[in-house]
């Protein structure tokens, strides 16, 4: 049974093994410092973002960063997955859905919003579990590196 909770600090080890192996699977070596940097941001509620992690038998298989801002056409929350990675080991569980699960169930607590994530085209894998738990969009994502 997959159990999914808040990060706390005794998961600093398992995440960080699994958000490096999540910027592996982009094509990413993250730094020593953005691991850091991003473990500490996760850590303080001042930063705007969080993330939960999901268990299979007391150990650590996934996370889900997210954050959440005041929605321009609701008067609820907007809530983004930024990230989600299941280990390979994990995949075929059930991990992302309940991770997906839980963080709908707090937008949903909040009142009218909208939940959104976006993937790579090529992760098909991941839109097979997406598209059986949210509806895909037709709206199209631009970047500008500032």
Known sequence: MTIVRPIEERDHEAWSQLFV???AFYETAFTDEVVA????RLLDPAE???ALV????GTVVGFAHYRSHPDTFS???DWF???LFTSPAARGAGVATALIDDLKAKAAATGPGTLRWITAASN????????????????VTYEVRA
């Open 21 to 23: 192996a999540y910027g």
């Open 37 to 40: 940097s991003t473990w500490s």
């Open 48 to 50: 705007g973002v969080d």
């Open 54 to 57: 999901a268990e299979l038998d």
């Open 75 to 77: 008067t609820g929350r």
């Open 81 to 83: 997955l930024d990230d």
């Open 124 to 139: 098909e894998t991941a839109q097979r579990v997406y598209d059986r738990v949210a509806t895909r969009t037709t709206w």
